[in-house]
């Protein structure tokens, strides 16, 4: 038993150093990708992005959805952009959230409206530190809007936690 927990940390990392080479191409494509997202050739950054993104990288799904949102090679496709971007938000990605927040509130996107969900996005991503989110959430809970109660502590709260990351 004892000699078999040994050989564990050795292939451990005998594993660590065969899937190096695939983390640094991944990582490569990853920063290639957002400097062609950037410098607007978006074709370039979906095709870099993708795989990166398909891998869990959450700020590569949210670059790709946003390709979708913003008809940046061509159509808008609401469905791969709603697609991309709740698994970015599922990753807690507070600008996804805030995007998914937004289309469940307004029924945007082919999103069905849906101001419960749109309200729990919202509270994601203020609390994963998107500063807009923070602002709105501030100004929802001070009239109640989006399915939210009238709260005055809490309008006070995200007031000042926007305030606070200028």
Do not use: C
Not at 5 to 16: A, S
Not at 26 to 31: C, N, R
Not at 75 to 91: P, Q
Not at 114 to 139: P, T
Request: glycine residues 10%.
């Amino acid at each position: 038993m004892i000699s078999t927990l040994w050989k564990l940390p050795g292939l451990m990392l005998v594993l660590l150093l065969l899937t190096a080479p695939g983390i640094q191409a991944v990582s490569d494509d990853y920063q290639r990708g957002v400097q062609a997202f950037e410098q607007k050739n978006y074709r370039l950054a979906l095709r870099l992005l993708t795989p990166v993104a398909r891998n869990g990288n959450v700020d590569a799904q949210y670059r790709v959805g946003r390709i979708y949102e913003k008809g940046y090679i061509g159509r808008r496709d609401n469905a791969k952009m709603v697609y991309w971007y709740r698994l970015a938000a599922a990753g807690n990605h507070g600008k996804a959230q805030y995007k998914l927040a937004v289309g469940y509130a307004r029924g945007l996107a082919g999103l069905r409206r849906d101001e419960k969900r749109g309200a729990q996005y919202l509270i994601r991503s203020a609390n994963n530190g998107y500063r807009r989110a923070m602002k709105v959430l501030a100004r929802a809970y001070k009239a109640g809007k989006y399915g939210l109660p009238r709260d005055k502590g809490k309008a006070r709260h995200w007031s000042r936690r926007y305030e606070q990351t200028k």
